[in-house]
T-cell receptor
Framework: KQEVTQIPAALSVPEGENLVLNCSFT??????LQWFRQDPGKGLTSLLL?????REQTSGRLNASLDKSSGRSTLYIAASQPGDSATYLC?????????????FGTGTRLKVLA | SAVISQKPSRDICQRGTSLTIQCQVD?????MFWYRQQPGQSLTLIAT?????????ESGFVIDKFPISRPNLTFSTLTVSNMSPEDSSIYLC?????????????FGPGTRLTVT
């Protein structure tokens, strides 16, 4: 059974720091991995999508890497800002019983201090 | 990406009643999903809404409690039946969309449900 874990569960950093969020999954048979951002009480906003054949994706100050064989992905945020404060979730797309679905990680709650 | 709307955005309901949540997408999609997010928790998949057939429920979720309709490729509803305070959560619908040659998931804004 696929399980997705995110470390750390919570993180508080001063503005301007570079930081790394981690996502681990137990079964390497994934089709893609997606990083999301969730503001309190809101829906999820897609940040980056990495296909299983890709190693990394970049968007602005965000860079996500994927090491499928070791079951790990990292989200790198450069020069953090208070507006980056949110919960970050990773999700893997898997095929099970003939149906595609997504398994979500436990989330990392980030607070960037001004 | 797809634009997804949900109604209502929030509601406060009494125990024993039912609430139907609507999810509308601005383009036709094959896969639609319903999730529950309990306070302080991550997302748990309730079911996959299949167009023209019964929804596929995850372990721990049953049709009598969470009936789902999917009458076409742009719309779905989730009903939370016979509610109890334990049903207080954010309910989210999502769709699978293919931007370019990649398949990604996009979410609606969610429905915040409080059961008293």
């Amino acid at each position: 059974k696929q399980e997705v874990t995110q470390i750390p569960a919570a993180l508080s950093v001063p503005e301007g720091e570079n930081l790394v969020l981690n996502c681990s999954f137990t079964d390497s048979a994934i089709y893609n991995l997606q990083w999301f951002r969730q503001d309190p009480g809101k829906g999820l906003t897609s940040l980056l999508l990495i296909q299983s054949s890709q190693r990394e994706q970049t968007s602005g100050r965000l860079n996500a890497s994927l090491d499928k064989s070791s079951g790990r992905s990292t989200l790198y945020i450069a020069a953090s800002q208070p507006g980056d404060s949110a919960t970050y979730l990773c999700a893997v797309r898997i095929l099970t019983s003939g149906t595609y679905k997504y398994i979500f990680g436990t989330g990392t709650r980030l607070k960037v201090l001004a | 990406s797809a634009v997804i709307s949900q109604k209502p955005s929030r509601d406060i309901c009494q125990r024993g009643t039912s609430l139907t949540i609507q999810c509308q997408v601005d383009s036709q999609v094959t896969m639609m999903f319903w999730y529950r997010q309990q306070p302080g928790q991550s997302l748990t998949l309730i079911a996959t809404a299949n167009q023209g057939s019964e929804a596929t429920y995850e372990s721990g979720f049953v049709i009598d409690k969470f009936p789902i309709s999917r009458p076409n490729l742009t719309f779905s509803t989730l009903t939370v039946s016979n509610m109890s305070p334990e049903d207080s959560s954010i309910y989210l619908c999502s769709v699978e969309f293919v931007p370019g040659d990649a398949t990604a998931q996009y979410f609606g804004p969610g429905t915040r449900l409080t059961v008293t």
